[in-house]
């Protein structure tokens, strides 16, 4: 059974930085495309990132260059390093494995339960 | 503002069908398949469709999808109150690459 975990969540006062982790298991992540995805409080789903198979990451334009997707192939983990947090980043965070279609088309088809990032004084 | 426009709510009662939309243009939906999402209260999404109209192991064959022009529909027949979700559409945006629908509130 394919499962992803995700930790690192908590509360970082704003312009902080802060290191989400996802550890799977029941596949590898260097063999997949990862992605993240994140939920705000009452709200939708925002895309974040992705971590292709051959290490290729992209981005939400949104974002502004503020958080680096990476992982650890020797843990079988994939992490989210994002900084200079304002309190429009509070979401919970969700790791997602990627159903690769015919491209660019994609499904996120394995989710984790999150981890929250709360951003406040 | 999502680029995909869901209605915010929906509701049906038991047995019937219901149908929710998903509009986008011809930067995305237009010339990209649609995924949907079924996220129930207080869990992580579930992917439901993709590729417009196939449906992942285990989803009831009463859940299918649609796609013509820019938009798209997901139907869910014989309402079910365990259908009481919330629902995503998604696809390929050229511009702004993986987007998300503002989500469906299905009420049974």
């Known amino acids: 059974e394919v499962q992803l975990v995700e930790s690192g969540g908590g509360l970082v006062q704003p312009g902080g930085s802060l290191r989400l982790s996802c550890a799977a298991s029941?596949?590898?992540?260097?063999?997949?495309?990862m992605s993240w995805v994140r939920q705000a409080p009452g709200r939708g789903l925002e895309w974040v990132s992705i971590?292709?198979?051959?290490?290729?990451?992209y981005y939400a334009d949104s974002l502004k260059g503020r958080f680096t997707v990476s992982r650890d192939n020797s843990r079988n983990t994939v992490s989210l390093h994002m900084n200079s947090l304002g309190a429009e980043d509070a979401a919970l965070y969700y790791c997602a494995r990627v159903l690769i279609l015919n491209s660019p088309n994609d499904a996120f088809d394995v989710w984790g339960q999150g981890t929250m990032v709360a951003v406040s004084s | 503002q999502s680029v995909l426009t869901q209605p915010p709510s929906a509701s049906g009662t038991p047995g019937q069908r219901v149908t929710i939309s998903c509009s986008g243009s011809?930067?995305?939906?237009?010339?990209?398949?649609v995924n949907w999402y079924q996220q129930l209260p207080g869990t992580a999404p579930k992917l439901l469709i993709y590729d417009n109209n196939q449906r992942p192991s285990g989803v009831p064959d009463r859940f299918s999808g649609s796609k013509s022009g820019t938009s798209a529909s997901l139907a869910i027949s014989g309402l079910q109150s365990e259908d009481e979700a919330d629902y995503y559409c998604a696809t390929w945006d050229d511009r702004l690459k993986r987007v998300f629908g503002g989500g469906t509130k299905l009420t049974v």
């Open positions: 971590i292709y198979d051959n290490g290729n990451t």
């Open positions: 011809s930067s995305n939906i237009g010339r990209n398949t």
């Open positions: 029941g596949i590898t992540v260097s063999s997949n495309y």
